[in-house]
């Protein structure tokens, strides 16, 4: 037996064979003779051939004729008839006279100018491939029965390769939490450890593995006893989450919880998330590991079959974020050094416009006949929107003509760049909802590769910077009244949920296998939150006094009413956000004029852009006046502010002089309503 620590990038507990999958370079070639060499290099034409012909009755009409083209290509005089050639004319062994070949090949069909006889290449890149990995036995084999997948590094095609039922676990040398690997784990529900202090060589195939990541280890052959109390603990895990799914499908949140999907595998564990709905589809599953686009028919029915197994529920489909560690081998983005930076996202999707406006044709077309939204990544611009949207409007031009059933979607926007959170005001002007991408969010603004695994101290996934982000993003999307979701990890990450909630998130999309846990997590918090302000005394916040004599928590802070006139309960405040309790404890006063008073000492936090709201800090204090339901409309109208940020003031000190009549005139309700965000 042996130990091994390792870091985790999904919990959880697993037992099982090991399934190794190693990188062909690692292999180490033994070169024959030339007739030797023919003769191997013929046996391995026929090998791939009868593992190509073996697959095409599995695929589409249109899957089955590319793989047919690859076994023409596969047998072309001037591909596999070359290699042959060269062993014996320049004495190679097979595997550099494939190359050769290869090379050869590629450089005709770069010469022809022709875009699509270029992207041929690939096939025979890929083709090359294949061939090298049978001659030197080093080709990376799909498990067939249950197993711990372990290796050096994957990437998220050896993953959505493999059969998804027959993944126990994952464990490599390379890796990161937020890496896509780590996401499709969490989509699988089975734990993810890397980052093995001894390599994973030390590994064989079938060795018996136990993952805890509770513990961040891996046990290598245990003693019998122990491997029989992993395969029972894993029965009761298995049959504990089968419980909290049934319970959670039952609890009511009043944020949303929804799943999130990889791919149509996931949709068979759907039920347990039943009336949640889909908060985020990755479409990628649909453009990679293939040899071309996805055609309109065929995304079409890929999402049809999505909106049904929500069963009623709202389906956000993200368009394809191609680009950086999701390469389509179609899609001929060029080398770049830097791809996380480079061409990804939304800016592949408009720089390959077809292959968008099929995905947006598919997407109308599956939006007639059901609650399915859109939703593109990686967004840094507004004008892209602006293309997006009419990109959207020529697709369902195009399918009018076509005389085909559509709809229009709502249109909504990842946030997961530092620049879409500061101009997140201007582009929720534009979108029906917002939906943060913590994952990449995290790698862009504390500038760490989701790939990479040595900035561990760096990698905090409650980095304060990141909540503030999600703070500003929040808040424009609230002024203008549009919804949020967390849809990267963090949401599926209890230690984050109550601060999340606090920040009035609306909603949490996460990984089918996480669904049940977060939803308790989320039903626990809101109770917390509704419990602490519906209690008398100091957590209720009274608005004139201290806490009362006798009452404990004497630490919290003295809070002076901002305004005179009469308190309404918290949950009496007309507003779910302050109603509820998300926000922070909170009191309404229904002025009887329009003086608005600091209520501590301390200093002026913020002052809303719209001026209808303030916020004063002191020390672990934090205090919000929110003049008006909604004023955020107002713009600014009616608020004259006498402060400004950063500002010291006395309790007491008049801050704003708010024009009720006019709050009144314009439809409003003038409540002032005062927040305990902190202290
Ligand atoms: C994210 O970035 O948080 C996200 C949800 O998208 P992905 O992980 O697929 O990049
Ligand atoms: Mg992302």
């Excluded at 079409?300 to 489909?317: F, H, K, N, P, Q």
């Amino acid at each position: 037996m042996r130990k091994m620590k390792a870091k985790v990038a999904q919990s959880g507990f697993s037992a099982g064979p090991a399934f190794v999958c190693r990188r062909a370079e690692a292999a180490i070639y033994q070169q024959g003779i030339p007739p030797v060499e023919a003769e191997r290099l013929a046996a391995a034409v026929a090998e791939l051939d009868r593992r190509l012909g073996a697959q095409s009755h599995l695929k589409s009409r249109q899957e089955a004729e590319l793989v047919e083209a690859e076994r023409m290509l596969l047998h072309a005089e001037e591909y596999a008839g070359r290699a042959a050639a060269l062993i014996e004319e320049e004495q190679l062994s097979a595997v550099d006279a494939l190359k050769k070949a290869e090379a050869s090949v590629c450089e005709g069909l770069s010469a022809s100018g022709n875009a699509y006889i270029m992207e041929r290449c690939a096939d025979v890149k890929g083709l090359t491939a294949h061939l090298i990995g049978i001659l030197t036995g080093s080709e990376r084999k799909l498990p067939e029965a249950p197993c711990i997948l372990v290796s050096d590094e994957l990437s998220p095609s050896d993953v959505s390769l493999t059969e998804p039922g027959l993944i126990l676990g994952i464990v490599t040398e390379k890796g990161s939490p937020t890496s896509h690997v780590s996401v499709l784990a969490g989509n699988l529900g089975v734990p993810y450890l890397y980052g093995l202090k001894t390599p994973a060589e030390e590994i064989r195939d079938g060795d018996r593995l136990i993952l805890d990541g509770k513990k961040g280890c891996v046990v290598i052959n245990p003693p019998e006893d122990a491997w029989e109390a992993a395969e029972e603990r894993m029965e009761a895990a298995l049959e504990e989450r089968q419980t909290a799914d049934a319970a959670a499908a039952l609890s009511a949140t009043k944020t949303r919880v929804t799943a999130s999907i990889s791919g149509p595998m996931e949709l068979d564990r759907l039920p347990a998330a039943k009336g949640g709905g889909i908060g985020l589809v990755r479409s990628e599953f649909l453009f990679l590991n293939r040899k071309s686009a996805p055609s309109e028919e065929e995304q079409l029915a890929a999402y049809e079959r999505i909106v049904s197994a929500a069963a009623g529920g709202d389906v956000v489909i993200r368009t394809m974020d191609l680009g950086s560690d999701k390469q389509a081998e179609w899609l001929p983005i060029p080398g770049e050094p830097n791809p996380a930076l480079g061409m990804r996202g939304l800016r592949a999707s408009l720089a390959y416009r077809e292959v968008f406006r099929t995905q947006l044709r598919a997407l109308l077309r599956a939006a007639a006949a059901g609650n399915l939204k859109i939703m593109v990544p990686m967004v840094t611009e507004v004008w892209e929107i602006d293309e997006t949207l009419e990109e959207i409007n020529k697709a369902a031009e195009e399918l009018a003509q076509r005389a085909l059933p559509y709809r229009i979607p709502e249109l909504g926007i990842m946030i997961e760049t530092p620049a879409s959170v500061m101009i997140a005001p201007e582009l929720a002007e534009k979108v029906s909802f917002f939906s943060i991408g913590t994952n990449d969010l995290m790698q862009y603004t504390l500038a760490i590769d989701r790939e990479t695994q040595n900035l561990d101290e760096y990698c905090n996934p409650l980095n304060e910077a990141v909540f503030r982000m999600i703070a500003l993003t929040v808040e424009a999307a609230h002024g203008q009244g549009i919804p949020v979701t967390i849809c990267g990890e963090l949401g599926g990450n209890p230690a984050a949920i109550e601060r999340l909630l606090r920040l009035g998130v609306d909603e949490l999309s996460v990984s089918v296998g996480k669904l049940a846990q977060i939803r308790k997590t989320v039903a626990d918090v809101e109770a917390g939150l509704n419990a602490s302000a519906a209690a008398p005394g100091p957590a209720g916040m009274p608005a004139e006094t201290g806490p009362a004599a006798g009452q404990a928590a004497p630490e919290r802070a003295h809070i002076k009413a901002p305004a005179d006139g009469e308190l309404i309960p918290m949950e009496e405040i007309p507003d779910e956000a302050f109603a509820s309790g998300l926000l922070g404890t909170c009191l309404g006063i229904l002025p009887t004029d329009g003086t608005i008073y600091a209520p501590i000492s301390g200093t002026v936090k913020t002052v809303a852009k719209a001026r209808h709201a303030i916020s004063f800090a002191n020390g672990d204090t934090e205090i919000l006046v929110h003049v008006g339901i909604d004023t955020v409309r107002l713009n600014g109208e009616g608020f004259a502010v006498k402060v400004e940020e950063g500002q010291r003031v006395e309790e007491g000190q008049i801050v704003m002089e708010a024009d009720l009549a006019l709050i009144r005139e314009k439809g409003f309700n003038p409540m002032v309503i005062v927040v305990r965000i902190k202290g």
